[in-house]
């Protein structure tokens, strides 16, 4: 079945202890995304990367690492939490780097920084 | 600057009746458009997309959306909603000359039995 996994579902965590959030895609997609999405305010860009090795920062990247090792897989790292990085997070791939491609969005990953 | 407005941020309908998700844009190119569905506790689904030609457009779930050029919107419509459409609802753009999509803030739907 194509689709896109994140892990973990549900983390709680504390300010300042590094965490990262794995993201693995099964479709073979060149591109990946990150997203959050907070209550009114809908989705906002963290970071993308149009291939392996090619990573480049969205709209609120402050705070957050990616990389991309490996086609399949693109895992966010936050070095330092802190409690405005509460949010639900996703990860999307998709066939092609234009933007008239249909993104596969994984399940989500809710967040919590105390 | 390049925005997507969806105006209303939720909305209640009945069970069996209409329902129409107002999206409007603002964009310099062509646009892209896009209605993302959310289900509680999912990702993302698409829905439906325009990009040329027809500008009613049939998407899955017996949504249609109509890409109203002169008034910039793209507002989704079903004649008859069920129980599991209640989900929150997300209009895109995008363009040729752009990687990156433009998203709306989210509208909630729900529904009245």
């Known amino acids: 079945e194509a689709q896109v996994t994140q892990n973990p579902r549900y983390l709680i965590t504390v300010t300042g202890k590094k965490l990262t959030v794995t993201c693995s895609q099964n479709?073979?997609?060149?591109?990946m995304s990150w997203y959050r999405q907070d209550p009114g305010l809908g989705l906002r860009q963290i970071y993308y990367s149009m291939n392996v090795e090619v990573t480049d920062k969205g709209d609120v990247p402050e705070g957050y690492k990616v990389s991309r090792k490996e086609k399949r897989n693109f895992p966010l790292i936050l070095e330092s939490p802190s409690p405005n990085q509460t949010s639900l997070y996703f990860c999307?791939?998709?066939?092609?780097?234009?933007?008239?491609?249909?993104?596969?969005f994984g399940p989500g990953t809710r967040l919590t920084v105390t | 600057a390049q925005s997507v407005t969806q105006p209303d941020i939720h909305i209640t309908v009945s069970e069996g009746a209409s329902l129409e998700l107002r999206c409007n844009y603002s964009y310099g190119a062509t646009p892209y458009l896009f209605w993302y569905v959310q289900s509680p506790g999912q990702g993302l689904q698409l829905l439906l997309k325009?990009?040329?030609?027809d500008t009613l457009v049939q998407g899955i779930k017996g949504f249609e959306a109509e890409f109203k050029r002169s008034q910039s919107s793209f507002n989704l419509r079903k004649p008859s909603v069920h129980w599991s459409d209640a989900a929150e609802y997300f209009c895109a753009v995008g363009a040729r000359s752009n990687y990156q999509l433009i998203w709306g803030a989210g509208t909630k739907l729900i529904i009245k039995p």
């Open positions: 479709m073979n997609h060149e591109y």
């Open positions: 999307a791939s998709r066939k092609g780097t234009g933007s008239a491609y249909e993104q596969y």
């Open positions: 325009y990009f040329s030609g």
